[in-house]
């Protein structure tokens, strides 16, 4: 089962309305404009934008997803452990 699923079958158990919305940021790395699409409630996206800590205004997202959301940068960007 994939994150969406999940997230959208457990919240909404918990009345939140889970949508997915095409996120967009400019990499502070690469300078590009990158886009994820990505399931949350609006009004817990709104909470993080009012000062919520994002992992406590939106626990049902990957660490990936909230780092995204937060700077722009996707996994793939982040330098290698090698």
């Keep these: 089962m994939n994150t969406a699923t999940w997230a959208l ?5 918990n009345n939140k309305m889970i949508k997915t919305y095409k996120v967009v940021r400019k990499s502070p790395f690469s300078g590009q404009l990158n ?3 990505i399931s949350f409630d609006r009004v817990d996206y709104k909470a993080w934008e009012d000062g919520e800590l994002i992992q406590n205004a939106m626990p049902y997202l990957t660490a ?6 937060k700077t722009g940068i ?4 982040w330098p290698s452990e090698s």
Excluded at 9 to 13: I, L, V, Y
């Design 64 to 69: 990936d997803e909230r780092e995204f959301i």
């Design 9 to 13: 079958q457990r919240f909404t158990e």
């Design 35 to 37: 886009s994820m699409d």
């Design 74 to 77: 996707t996994p793939e960007e």
